[in-house]
């Protein structure tokens, strides 16, 4: 029986890589593929050929073949690839030929396409716009040797920063094996990034017991001022000559203080784009200037998918690789309208104290149906609560301020386990 099972979810795995003609609209599956010089032979997606299909999975290293695929053929843009479970193949190449003559193959079938469809450097692109990194790719030969695992990211909720080639915003408690035993070394938070071989590598960032720019290498550094900036608000606010964190050039760079492990994090003033808009909020020349310079700026009235609204500012910041809004409003604000349903001030003001209120004629937004329930906001998380969940919610007591240091301290602390001539390709 366990081994009938293994089999299953063996098959379930396996997966295929089809490739789309779009000059042709034809769809065919890779049967061979050199990665060491980007050639490969396909086959029609017939259930025939099934045997001759290459199988692969979710984690086959694919970056290699894309790049030597772009000079292997004169025409690698007129072809799209999908990484498919083999079960799905039949399904998902139909939603792609649908997608590509102007044709409706419904939601199911566009997230098969979704799912499936890779990008130029062979990674699943859905994944790869909102992830730097695949799970796979990650250095898990030398996250383990620190005594780091995949539960324990999932645990406290790194793997989605490591994976985003963000700072962990906890500080870890790391072991190496030194002689046979094992060694406690402190606590280390983490970031991945890409060697100029795109080889991704493992940054430790230990913990240090004093903040960085108190300690004698960088005296004279920073004012008392700049001090007292990083200290208070986590960035220097403005722009600095200095090396970036994880190269080591000298650069002009945005300075920002990493509380989790007190040291400072720089990046380079070209590692980011200044966007058009933030939470929808469109912003103008001189707002864009004053976030390229280091400084901050206010976004206020921001409608959260709840229906909540809150204001704060936005900033560079080098800890995260991002922009960061720091919410400066903590009191619960209600917008207008809940679920499309107007809103009175009476029941306004009960909200935004988290009563519970009836409210008429709110739409689900997943099926559109007109419905009326309670409602109320949760008083710690303000997640938006209706019907039973309303009704029986229990409002958690504020806590005091000595507690709220205790947690503040307790983040820090994560529970502990252990070119040659280029070739013509064409699909018909």
């Known amino acids: 029986m366990a081994k009938k099972k293994q089999e299953q979810e ?10 789309l003609d779009k000059r042709t609209n034809k769809t065919a599956v890779v049967s061979k593929m050199n990665e060491n010089d980007g050639s490969i032979e396909v086959v029609s997606p017939d259930k025939k050929n099934n045997p001759d299909y290459l199988k692969l999975d979710k984690t086959t290293p694919l970056a290699l073949f894309f790049s030597n695929f772009k000079n292997q053929y004169d025409n690698p843009s007129s072809f799209s690839f999908f990484l498919v479970p083999l079960v799905l193949l039949e399904k998902t190449l139909n939603a792609v030929v649908q997608i590509r003559k102007g044709e409706d193959p ?11 469809e890779l990008n130029d450097e062979g990674r699943i692109a859905k994944l790869a716009r909102r992830y730097k990194f695949d799970e796979h790719q990650l250095p898990w030969k030398d996250l383990n040797a620190l005594g780091i695992d995949k539960q324990l990211l999932f645990e406290n909720r790194a793997m989605g920063e490591l994976l985003k080639g963000k700072i962990t915003s906890t500080a870890f408690p790391i072991s190496k094996e030194v002689n046979g035993e094992r060694k406690e070394m402190g606590e280390a938070c983490f970031i991945c990034v890409k060697d100029e071989s795109g080889k991704v590598q493992l940054r430790t960032l230990s913990r240090l017991d004093t903040p960085q720019f108190e300690q004698s290498a ?7 001022a700049e001090k007292d900036q990083l200290r208070e608000t986590g960035t220097l606010g403005a722009i600095k000559e200095m090396k970036d964190s994880f190269n080591g050039k000298v650069c002009n760079c945005y300075v920002s203080f990493h509380e989790p492990t007190n040291r400072i994090i720089t990046m380079p003033v070209d590692a980011i784009k200044i966007p058009d808009y933030i939470y929808g909020k469109r912003l103008d020349d001189t707002q864009k200037q004053t976030l390229a310079s280091g400084g901050q700026i206010p976004i206020n009235d921001i409608q959260r998918k709840n229906d909540t609204m809150l204001s704060g500012v936005a900033f560079v910041d080098a800890a995260s690789r991002d922009i960061t809004f720091k919410q400066s409003d903590e009191k ?18 009960i909200l935004e104290n988290h009563g519970m209120v009836f409210i008429e004629n709110m739409r689900n937004p997943r099926t559109k149906q007109l419905f ?3 409602v109320r906001f949760s008083n710690k998380s303000n997640n938006l609560l209706i019907g039973k969940n309303a009704r029986e919610y229990k409002p958690q007591l504020t806590e005091g301020k000595e507690k709220k240091a205790q947690q503040k301290t307790a983040r ?17």
């Open 10 to 19: 063996e098959v379930k795995d396996e997966h295929v890589m089809a490739v």
């Open 106 to 116: 419904g939601t199911d079938g566009k997230k098969l396409v979704e799912n499936s």
């Open 218 to 224: 960088y005296k004279g550094v920073f004012s008392d």
């Open 332 to 349: 619960l604000r209600i917008s207008e309208t809940i679920l499309g349903a107007k809103v009175t001030p009476e029941q306004k003001k």
């Open 372 to 374: 009326s329930d309670d």
């Open 412 to 428: 820090h602390v994560a529970p502990f386990k252990a070119k040659t001539s280029k070739s013509k390709l064409s699909i018909g």
